[in-house]
């Protein structure tokens, strides 16, 4: 219906963060991955969100934090395994988001065949843009994603280049488990991904729709 989740409404955000991974081909590439021949997924806590006014913390265990901008889908009602022709009626709209990764960490984890938890799921690892409703948003898949560091462009992507579509993911998701309203789905990254350091300053934004910026912050505590 296109309703702002009622958590959000009240200013608690959303729910369950599900992020897909190598969603575009051309960082696949950068990453020196394969293609996937079905989704990759993981997940972040709620907790993990900010908004615009708080900083993102970079994790004390990491030294090479990175930036991965990325298409929110917000769910709007219930999905369980629904199919893809259905899928759409469950989206309520959506956000701009940031996959805070800490990338050394997770070079650990792909090495040691560990969960990507450490270098995903930390608190401010999931930085998110207002909320658009998705009658704002005639076509999800035409939709340009930038990123700056300090005003210089890093990344530049069009959601057309998705390897899979919203539908798509939206419907192998809830086969698997429930979606509910205010879940969040970063649908992933285009090409571009790279570091930030302490005070730098990261705007992003999606073409004619919303932009918005965020503080990277040093560790508050080291070990
Ligand atoms: O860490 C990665 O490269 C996987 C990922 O999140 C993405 O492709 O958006
Ligand atoms: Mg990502």
Redesign the pocket.
């Given at each position: 219906r296109g309703v702002l989740p009622s958590g959000a409404a009240q200013g608690r955000l959303w729910q369950n963060i599900v992020?897909?991974?190598?969603?575009?081909a051309e960082?696949?590439k950068e990453?020196g991955?394969a293609l996937p021949a079905e989704p990759?997924f993981f997940l972040k806590p709620s907790s993990a969100y900010v908004r615009e006014g708080s900083p993102i913390v970079r994790p004390y265990y990491c030294r090479n934090l990175h930036h991965?901008v990325?298409l929110g889908v917000v769910i709007g009602r219930r999905a369980q395994a629904v199919p893809q022709d259905a899928a759409m009626e469950h989206v309520a709209g959506y956000a701009l988001c940031l996959?805070m990764?800490a990338r050394d960490t997770?070079e650990e984890c792909k090495k040691k065949g560990l969960p990507w938890t450490l270098a995903?799921g930390f608190g401010s690892s999931c930085p998110v843009s207002d909320f658009v409703p998705k009658e704002k948003i005639p076509d999800p898949h035409k939709l340009q994603i930038w990123l700056k560091v300090n005003g210089k462009m890093r990344q530049e992507g069009d959601t057309s280049s998705m390897i899979f579509s919203i539908p798509y993911l939206i419907s192998y998701i809830s086969h698997i488990f429930t979606l509910e309203e205010g879940d969040l789905i970063l649908t992933?990254?285009p090409k571009g991904?790279g570091s930030v350091e302490a005070n730098d300053e990261i705007e992003a934004g999606i073409r004619d729709v919303l932009s918005m910026r965020f503080k990277v912050l040093r560790p508050k505590y080291t070990f």
């Open positions: 992020c897909v991974g190598r969603n575009y960082h696949a990453m991955s990759l991965e990325e996959d990764t997770q995903k992933g990254s991904v």
